[in-house]
């Protein structure tokens, strides 16, 4: 599965599997989405020229949990879910699994 398409429960699982925390509803509230932004250097914004599509792009930062260099940027319609989606593709690639043993499988 393209990690651009990820959504819903899946996207929350992949979220989780790339941070190493806990699975929660990220796309609903996110603990502390301002203070990862910053200590990750993720950079997100509402993009005019795509219908104000929300856009994120994972730069990281030395020591911080994601890989350091520019990820890819990917779109989403709020920001959670652009950020999350930057996030899986900055660690795992343009493409995942779309089932991780079970976890984060849609229904």
Known sequence: ????????????????KALGEPT??????????????EREAIHVAP????????????????GGRLPEGRGPWLEGATPRVAV???IVAARYGGEVH??????????
Request: charged letters at 20%.
């Open 84 to 86: 999350g989606r930057a």
């Open 1 to 16: 599965m393209k990690t651009a398409d990820l959504a819903g429960a899946a996207l929350n699982a992949w979220i989780a």
């Open 98 to 107: 779309d089932k991780m043993g079970g976890i984060g499988e849609q229904t």
């Open 47 to 62: 993009m005019p020229g795509k219908n104000w599509q929300w856009c994120a792009i994972v730069v990281g930062k030395p």
């Open 24 to 37: 929660v509803d990220y796309l609903a509230d996110w603990p502390g989405f301002d203070r990862l932004l």
